[in-house]
């Protein structure tokens, strides 16, 4: 398979790349239901030969036999750039008083411990340059790179049919099946024969969450969003109905800045309000029955929802600050907001704040919907073709992930971090953010192509313009960019089969 891969990639340098990757355009941001299925260990051995750690929690014991593995203090670089979760929740060069800097330190170094490896950090300024120093090494066949955290969106639909990055189940010890491998949504990210894409417990998400004010929902006599969840009725309908009861225009001069909303949020991107999208299931592509994607068949949930929202703007009852606008935006430490939208690590914002305010994932579209579902505004771990040490690789991303879960680890001093200030006193809060964090979820539409082509006009102009402009036509945008759209899918699934003939010939 190795062979095979570097031989792929030599001939296919000097091919063009058949899928185009556009927009340089960045949204505003950072796993789950880990139901797998039985696919053999990666590594190829049968599990009941595997040795594990002596110190695994039980239940929960790794594959990799670090009794075995010395890597002789070989580096093992971990790239990323200057972005939301990975410049504070990732890494950590020395021990700290900090309690989620130490977690991350001292999983880092039970990994290079265990196994006898020197993780390094390289961070770029964007992921632009980051990208660009990515193709420049794997075109050299540089092993520069081992693991690479990717941006949410961003250039995913080039390298994944370009023949870059190594197939995470052909990794050494790693374990896909295993419970800090959130397979159920790398399923849904797997367009091709190979998992090219990592969600696990180590890539931290970041879903939007919807932070509300306890004070106003009491003074004001509204329903109560954590009763509402406990009975099934928290959905856009009632998320609607109580942001317009909040709305006021208190001076009687026309909404301003001195008056109340309903709602608020950094809306210049859409990302924000497109998690009204995600939460009520939906998806910018859906996989067939011959296992491809295909652009969603337009509907009625999907006109009313984007309706909706502009009505939010049209009607005063959401005020949606554009990005790099001057002004402050409204939240909960103004007392002037009851619903502040916001990526989970918005919670660092409201942590000196007076205002007692509770945290609810975004609603159900309607109560017959099942599930919650929580859109991730994270990266993904990827890992270059050109990697000259498998074995140090698989060992060290498997037990990354398997380390960052362990009691007082990473996770749960992230839980921590997000539980403070008012939301340390709030009993449902926890729970709140299990329902988060449990029901992440990925739209493989935005993933591959959320800034490429004419899918991404489809999957951006609509919510910018709904939040910003008050504009609902959401099937103008469909009938424009939805053929388009599904001939970029179509001309990634052409770039997929090349490359698979090519297999062929070479194996």
Aim: hydrophobic share 35%; aromatic share 12%; proline share 4%.
């Amino acid at each position: 398979m190795r062979k095979i891969l570097c031989l792929l990639l030599a001939m296919l340098l000097v091919l063009p790349l058949a899928v185009s990757c556009g927009g340089d355009e960045t949204p505003p941001v950072s796993t789950g239901d880990n139901t797998g299925d039985t696919t053999p260990a990666s590594d190829g051995t049968d599990p009941a030969d595997t040795t594990v750690d002596d110190t695994a929690v039980t239940g929960r014991a790794h594959k990799v036999p670090t009794d075995e593995l010395d890597f002789g203090n070989e580096t093992l670089t971990i790239t990323a750039f200057e972005w939301q979760g990975y410049l504070y929740y990732f890494f950590a060069e020395e021990e700290s008083t900090d309690p989620m800097q130490s977690a991350i330190y001292n999983r880092r170094r039970t990994v290079e411990d265990a196994i006898g490896v020197q993780i390094s950090e390289k961070m770029y300024d964007t992921y632009a340059n980051m990208y660009a120093a990515m193709e420049q090494t794997i075109g050299t066949g540089d092993d520069a790179m081992q693991i690479v955290l990717t941006h949410c969106i961003s250039k995913l639909s080039a390298y994944t049919s370009g023949g870059s990055l190594f197939p995470l189940e052909e990794l050494p010890y790693v374990d896909l099946t295993a419970d800090w491998w959130n397979q159920e949504q790398m399923d849904n990210l797997k367009l091709g024969s190979h998992y090219l894409l990592g969600a696990n417990d180590y890539m931290l998400p970041c879903p939007y969450a919807i932070f509300f004010n306890k004070d106003m929902i009491t003074d004001l006599g509204l329903e109560n969003p954590y009763d509402l969840i406990e009975t099934n009725e928290w959905t856009l309908d009632k998320f609607d109905e109580l942001a317009r009861a909040a709305s006021r225009d208190v001076d009687n001069n026309g909404f301003d800045d001195g008056d109340t909303y309903g709602i608020s949020c950094q809306a210049g991107g859409g990302s924000t309000v497109l998690s009204f999208w995600s939460s009520s299931d939906q998806l910018m592509a859906y996989k067939g029955e011959d296992g491809k994607l295909d652009v969603f068949e337009n509907n009625e949930k999907a006109q009313d929802i984007c309706e909706t929202v502009a009505g939010w703007t049209k009607d005063h009852i959401m005020v949606a600050f554009p990005d790099g606008d001057d002004a402050e935006p409204l939240h909960m430490s103004t007392n002037q907001v009851l619903f502040w939208m916001s990526n989970i690590a918005g919670a660092e914002e409201l942590r000196d704040t007076d205002v007692d305010y509770g945290i609810v994932p975004f609603p159900k579209y309607d109560s017959e919907q099942e599930n919650y579902y929580s859109l991730d505004w994270g990266g993904l771990m990827v890992v270059p073709t050109t990697i000259q040490n498998p074995e140090m690789v698989g060992a060290t991303v498997e037990l990354l992930a398997y380390g960052s879960d362990v009691e007082g680890g990473v996770i749960d001093t992230y839980y921590d971090l997000v539980l403070d200030g008012q939301l340390a006193q709030d009993p449902t809060a926890p729970k709140m953010l299990d329902i988060l964090f449990d029901t992440i979820c990925y739209d493989p539409g935005m993933t591959y192509w959320g800034l490429s082509g004419d899918l991404r006009r489809l999957f951006w102009f609509p919510w910018k313009e709904a939040a910003v402009l008050g504009n609902g036509s959401f099937a103008s945008f469909y009938a424009s960019y939805k053929d388009s759209a599904q001939k970029s899918i179509d001309d990634y699934y052409d770039a997929l089969k090349m490359y698979d003939d090519l297999s062929g010939l070479l194996g």
